[in-house]
């Protein structure tokens, strides 16, 4: 029988460090603040950015919102956004996504300079995360939802060395970069997605598997092997309203050696990681005045 990952201990843990940190700004008379852009009222971008701003405020953080008409012409949004990355008030950005169709483009990637960007949207990021811990330490943030698989990982002593780890989804935000943060640890990665062949035949010999399908119950029984370690990054809903996960949780929970719940596991760390991104941005800034 796997154990419950859950991750109450270590968001308790990381926000008493946060809280420290932030009283230590504040002493300098720094607030630490974050900026979250949006265009539109999107019902699921508002409750994300009030469940955010709370999580965030807990801690100490202040959250400006910056809302934006859905219909506001590009040039008038990237230029807002230019102009928070000036405002030496707000230590990091976040633009919460999907934006409308015609805000999208290849450089909205790079609108964020590396120094507020919290979520490591800018490619400048994950180029770092695929070069670093050979090279030399990161100076960008780690996509929030891939760190936050690492610091599980890390919070439960799970040995990456040598293992074999399979990754399910290739997004930029999450599989990509949790597969090269997986590598920068020495396991040996398989990325999976919407093309390959035999996602089962992947997984059945593996001793770690991250899943960020969005599909629920995609992981059975059949796809794990006898120990083997479950990270479950999917949010999905279920025929009854409930949140759910992309792993048969009551199945898989028989076979594997450890597994994250969905809600409990990955998306409260992301949260938490979120605030530290935003906490070290401000002390990076400080010590540049
Ligand atoms: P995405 O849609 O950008 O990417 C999904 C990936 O899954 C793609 O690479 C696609 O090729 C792959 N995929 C889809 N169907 C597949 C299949 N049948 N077999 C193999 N691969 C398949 O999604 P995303 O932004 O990476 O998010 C993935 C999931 O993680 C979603 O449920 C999302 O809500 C969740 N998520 C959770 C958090 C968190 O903090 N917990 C954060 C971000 C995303």
Redesign the pocket.
Known sequence: MAIVMDTALLVKNMEEEQKTNVAELLEIGITPTLAIVRAGEKKDSLSYEKSMMKKLERVGILCKSYAYPEDISKEEFYQNVKDINHDDSVHGIIILQPLPKHLQSWDLNYLIEPRKDVDGTNPLSIGEIGMCKIFCEPSTNVP??AE?VMRILDHYNIELSGKDAVV????T???RPVAFLLLNEEATVTI?????KD?KKMCKDADVIVV????KG?ITKDFVKEGAIIID????VDENGKVCG?VDFDECIKIAGGITP?PG???LV?TAVLAEHVINCALKASANE
């Open positions: 929030c939802t936050s399910i989804g290739a997004s935000v999450v599989g999976c997605h919407i093309k390959t996602v960020a399908v969005g599909k995609f990054v999917g949010i999905n992309d969905v596991g990955v998306g992301t």
